[in-house]
Structures are given as structure tokens and as C-alpha cells.
């Protein structure tokens, strides 16, 4: 769900080596090292801004707070961050991530220039995220390579190759908790009587009670036929609810949808019975596109809610979107270790209801992380 996007991020952010020691990284770039082998690139370079920053924070675990950052990281060789903060910040921004040679971006010819000098005369760089830079900063990066190296999108690669590793699974389940414990929040406020912004503000103050780096939220102002951010008109509680929370708490993304009315709704029992049948058949090597069939089957006669966007979930992590979106026309399946945020739901002329859950993809089957309250 795109939801505002706060300012500035707060919360926990510093590199928590206890759960995810250094050669957890180690494991991680010998893998980007091999997709440079098959690319022949010299150099991957990553860019993450404070809105997206999945693959800057899989490969470097920084997270930028403000503006972006650029991960420089050579086939042989040191690996380097640029951060467009000033150098008074650069103490704090180190704490942030295993790599030593942290520099300010406001110092762009020192920091980036010689970097590339110690690559060799001339050859190819891949790039990640490069879709997401600004053209003021992609003209700068030009510029520095001039005509000695050849950029090469290494988007497609990389996805390949990522997985969910256990101590991320360890991550995603603490996102989780925060996320619950938000969640809670937000349904018993709207319970004892507050209008959905109260309650909203509820569950948000509970999930940075518990150092959640961001906390983003939706609410319904029709009885659940659409959901909309936050206004501030702080209108009176209605009788059906239809919210939405999502935190992210040590880099990682946990989201719930929460449906509530004041009395029996046919509509919250389809939705639950569609959100059923996504967790019986949730497995590895299943088709994402029969996974959706048999939500939609057990949902009945309703369209899916149009705010899910022809969804009934997507795999969730590092960002709040990492694809694999389960939709009818899908091709993909389902792997050992994904997580998936799954979400089941439709309206009608009374209003409308989306039931979820966070699964991860075991061997077996499928694991529940946590489930909308």
C-alpha cells in the first residue's frame, strides 16, 4: 500500500551485530561478487534513497534517514558509502554499517572520483536501483565516469539471487511483533470508542513505543470502500472500521490490515474465508496465479477490494514492496523463504473488508508470522 512517507525517520537504527554479525554480509556480496563474474563488471554500484533502500540495506545494512546514499562496491577491493549528509553527521551515520570508509556525498570529488581510479583504465559497472535517482544526481554520476566505464542495469541479477536468510526470518519476526502490537492498538481504540484517525494514532504511538523506525498508516472515511492517509479531521467513529498499519522496525517491513464492525458483516466473513484458502495452499512450488484463484473462489461473488489492486499479496522485506505479487495473470511461484504479506478482501453497498496475514514459505508448507487482529 503507498501511504505518506514521514520526513524524518526515527527509531533504532544502529548495526545490531548481535543479529546480524558481519559475515552474514560476507555471504551476501560473495554472491553479488559472482554476479559481476557473469556480468564482467568491475564495480556494482547501489543507490538507496529514505523512501527505498532494499538492496542498499540487504548489501550494507544502512538505511538512509534523510536525502540518499551510494554504495560503491568493487569486484577487488574496499567497499565505500557515499551519504548525502554533512561530515558533522558522518560519526553518527557509521554506527549504521559494517563499512568503514563512510564519506559525505557534499564532498563528492573526493569521495568518488578516486574510487573509481583504483578500478583500472576502462570496463563496466553494474547498477541497482538507478531507476530511482534523481536526474540532477544521475548527471553528476555521468559525469564522474566520463567515458571510461559503461553503466549496466544489474537489477534482474540480483533479484535472482536473493533470499531469505534465517537470521532475516529472525528480522521479520520482530517487525512482526511491533506490527501486532500496533495493530492491537489501533482495533482496541476504535473498540472502546475512538474515530479511525484516533485509533490510528493509537496503534502508531504503540509501534514507536517499540523503536519502529516508520510507521505508516490508512484508514477508511466510507464505511471501507476506500482507504485514504491521514487528514486530521478526526471524524466521529463509525460502525465499521477498515484500517491499515504498517511499521518498519531494524531495516524490515511488517504490515496488517484490520476489518471491524458492530455487528455481523457477510462481507468480514468472506474476506476471512478467501485469507483461509491463501494459507492452506501457501507452499513452496505453488503457483502464485492458482494461489490467487483460490482466494478469489472462496471469496465469492465480490470483486477483490479495489484499493489491493488486483493482489492478494506480494513478498515483503527490505521494502514494503519486493514483487512477487500474487495476482491472476502471475507467472512466478512460490520459494522456501519468502515471506509474503497475503491480503483477502471486497466490498459491497454496506462497505467493505480486507482480512490479512505475514506468512513465510517453509519446506513444508507455510508459516504464519502474525495475523490481523
Request: charged content about 25%; proline content about 5%.
Amino acid at each position: 500500500m503507498r501511504t505518506v512517507q514521514p520526513c524524518t525517520m526515527i527509531g533504532a537504527y544502529a548495526f545490531d551485530q548481535d543479529r546480524v554479525p558481519r559475515d552474514e554480509f560476507q555471504i551476501r556480496i560473495a554472491a553479488l561478487n559472482g554476479v559481476m563474474d557473469r556480468m564482467a563488471c568491475k564495480a556494482v554500484l547501489i543507490y538507496g534513497d529514505a523512501r527505498e533502500h532494499s538492496e542498499l540495506a540487504y548489501f550494507t545494512n544502512f538505511i538512509p534517514r534523510h536525502r540518499w546514499a551510494l554504495a560503491l562496491l568493487p569486484r577487488r577491493g574496499d567497499v565505500r558509502l557515499l551519504i548525502s549528509m554533512s561530515s558533522r553527521d558522518m560519526p553518527a551515520q557509521r554506527l549504521m554499517t559494517f563499512i568503514p570508509d563512510v564519506l559525505s556525498a557534499w564532498t563528492w570529488d573526493k569521495g568518488f572520483d578516486p574510487w573509481l581510479a583504483t578500478l583500472g583504465p576502462d570496463g563496466d559497472i553494474g547498477t541497482l536501483r538507478f531507476d530511482l535517482m534523481r536526474p540532477a544526481l544521475r548527471e553528476q554520476v555521468d559525469g564522474s565516469l566520463s567515458n571510461r566505464f559503461r553503466l549496466v542495469a544489474a537489477d534482474a541479477e540480483v533479484t535472482a539471487l536473493r533470499r531469505t536468510r534465517p537470521r532475516e526470518i529472525s528480522l521479520v519476526r520482530a517487525a512482526c511483533e511491533v506490527a501486532r502490537v500496533g495493530a492491537e492498538a489501533f482495533a482496541q481504540a476504535w473498540h472502546k470508542g475512538a474515530g479511525a484517525e484516533t485509533a490510528a494514532l493509537a496503534g502508531e504511538r504503540a509501534a514507536r513505543g517499540l523503536a519502529a523506525q516508520d510507521v505508516r498508516t490508512l484508514v477508511s472515511f466510507d464505511a471501507g470502500r476506500t482507504l485514504a492517509p491521514f487528514r486530521g479531521t478526526f471524524a466521529p467513529r463509525e460502525g465499521l472500521l477498515l484500517g491499515y498499519i504498517a511499521v518498519k522496525h531494524k531495516g524490515y517491513w511488517a504490515e496488517s490490515f484490520l476489518s471491524a464492525s458492530d455487528g455481523p458483516s457477510d462481507i468480514h466473513t468472506r474476506a476471512q474465508a478467501g485469507l483461509e484458502a491463501a494459507l492452506r495452499l501457501a507452499a513452496p512450488g505453488i503457483r502464485a496465479a492458482d494461489l490467487h484463484a483460490d482466494a478469489m473462489r472462496a471469496l465469492g461473488p465480490s470483486p477483490l477490494h479495489p484499493v489491493l489492486g488486483s493482489s492478494v499479496g506480494r513478498r515483503i522485506g527490505f521494502s514494503a514492496h519486493d514483487g512477487g505479487e500474487l495476482t491472476a495473470d502471475a507467472t512466478h511461484v512460490l520459494d522456501t523463504g519468502d515471506v509474503y504479506a497475503l491480503h483477502v478482501g471486497a466490498r459491497d453497498v454496506q462497505g467493505g473488508a480486507i482480512a490479512s496475514a505475514m506468512v513465510t514459505i517453509t519446506p513444508h508448507g507455510s508459516e504464519v508470522l502474525m495475523r490481523a487482529p
